[in-house]
């Protein structure tokens, strides 16, 4: 049973680019969160996706959205990339909400 | 305001040292959730517990134990008998439920094991 699944693993831009991360559950989830972490910080959380609609967001600008597909999968798009959104993006996915999530190994974006 | 503080950065300890994480939190709400994760270095988030406010019992599976106040709004975790695998970096984190519940995470713990 694979578990969450994200890619790409890193990624390059250049500032006002826009960025597509994709993240896919593991077996039986239905929910999808998004979390942004800087270097040497917590978890920040961007939003929560369940039965393909926003449920949940932080406190996050509207550069930042997603999407989730019948099949859960998830992506996070953001535009007009900033010096400030460099971080490891991570997807964690669970059952109806916040309950044990299990998390993917990340994306690392770099904005240059 | 609903905030996670964990304020013990680093800890270092030698192996076989029993060693416990400090966690504080602030919410106004009645009903709410307290987590821990476990990093290692490989970078994957881990989790380890969960903790709804109603149950201030606390905690033990294997050499981890949880002590859940709710006077001094804590959520300590105590690895008994440390060992070098348990090195990695722990955060705490809080679900409030009120009209847009969302997880708070502490800035996290480095905990180093030495051999």
């Known amino acids: 049973d694979a578990g969450v699944t994200q890619s790409p693993t890193h990624l390059i831009k250049t500032r006002g680019q826009q960025v597509t991360l994709r993240c896919s559950p593991k077996?039986?989830?239905?929910?999808v969160s998004w979390y942004q972490q800087a270097l040497g910080q917590g978890p920040q959380f961007i939003f929560q996706?369940?039965?393909?609609?926003?449920?949940q967001r932080g406190n996050f600008p509207d550069r930042f959205s997603g999407h989730q597909f019948p099949n859960y999968s998830s992506e996070l798009n953001v535009n007009a990339l900033l010096l400030g959104d460099s971080a490891l993006y991570l997807c964690?996915?669970?059952?109806?909400?916040?309950?044990?999530?299990?998390f993917g190994p990340g994306t690392r974006l770099t904005v240059l | 305001a609903q905030k996670v503080t964990q304020a013990q950065t680093e800890i270092s300890v030698v192996e076989k040292e029993d060693v416990t994480l400090d966690c504080v939190y602030e919410?106004?709400?009645?009903?709410?959730?307290l987590f821990w994760y476990k990093q290692p270095p490989s970078g994957e988030l881990v989790f380890l517990i969960r903790?709804?406010?109603?149950d201030e019992q606390n905690e033990i599976s294997g050499r981890y134990s949880w002590n859940f106040q709710k006077s001094t709004s804590s959520f300590n975790f105590t690895i008994t008998a440390s060992q070098v695998v348990d090195s990695a970096v722990y955060f705490c984190?809080?679900?409030?439920?009120?009209?847009?519940?969302?997880?708070?995470w502490g800035a996290g713990t480095k905990l180093i094991i030495k051999p």
């Open positions: 077996s039986g989830h239905d929910t």
């Open positions: 964690a996915s669970s059952f109806e909400g916040f309950n044990e999530q299990f």
């Open positions: 903790r709804n406010s109603f």
């Open positions: 984190a809080l679900l409030y439920m009120d009209s847009n519940y969302q997880l708070i």
């Open positions: 996706y369940y039965e393909e609609e926003e449920r």
């Open positions: 919410t106004r709400d009645t009903t709410y959730y």
